[in-house]
């Protein structure tokens, strides 16, 4: 009987320590980088997630209202959409504070009228001559470049810019990864009698 109780006991100290190294391999293979494809794959899942589509993808009408245009995602506020009017006293501390384009791309209010950018990695118009600390400082710093004009509602910067570093970067080799799509998005139109930010 003592016998069988020491080799049960063997057994389950094994079987612990078995375990044990289990878990420690399954930990250590979550420390190992990604590859690319997988940080690819999870800044998709954080950039469909967080409904960057929402505003910065231009939207096709359907029975069901607007819908992003799959041959322009990320692309930001059409170069040739215009900006529609507001009607004088349309936005009022007391009534309506923003107003949105067709798109959902152009966002007008306190601050002005501000224009969603182009996400995609084109060289000239997008995000393509960033790199991956240009992006993560902009979204920390709420500017553009991270040096530049102020990123304007509705961007939620300050939420985004929350994300970890490993986040942060997973959604820019996402967005690294998408057809580039010349579009130039305007830059933003301050509020009447205030002087034009740069770009």
Known sequence: MKNTITKLALFLGLLSFTAFLTYCSAADSSDKPMTQEQLVARGKYLVTFG?????????????????PDGSLTL??????AGVPELTEGML??????????LHLTAW????GISFASNL????????????VEDFIK??????????GRDILPPMPWKTIGSATDDDLKA?????????A??????????????TEQPN
């Open 51 to 67: 409904g960057c589509e929402d505003c910065h993808s231009p939207k096709k009408m359907t029975a069901n209202g607007p819908v």
């Open 138 to 147: 902009a979204l920390r710093t709420g500017q553009h470049l991270g040096m």
């Open 181 to 194: 799509i010349p579009n130039q998005v305007p830059g933003p139109i301050p509020p009447a009698g205030a």
């Open 92 to 101: 009022s501390p007391t009534g309506w504070i923003a107003a949105t384009n």
């Open 120 to 131: 995609t990695p084109d060289e000239n118009f997008g995000i393509g001559a960033w790199d």
């Open 75 to 80: 692309s930001g506020h059409p170069a040739n």
């Open 108 to 111: 007008a209010g306190p601050w």
């Open 171 to 179: 959604i820019f080799a996402y967005l690294q990864s998408l057809p």
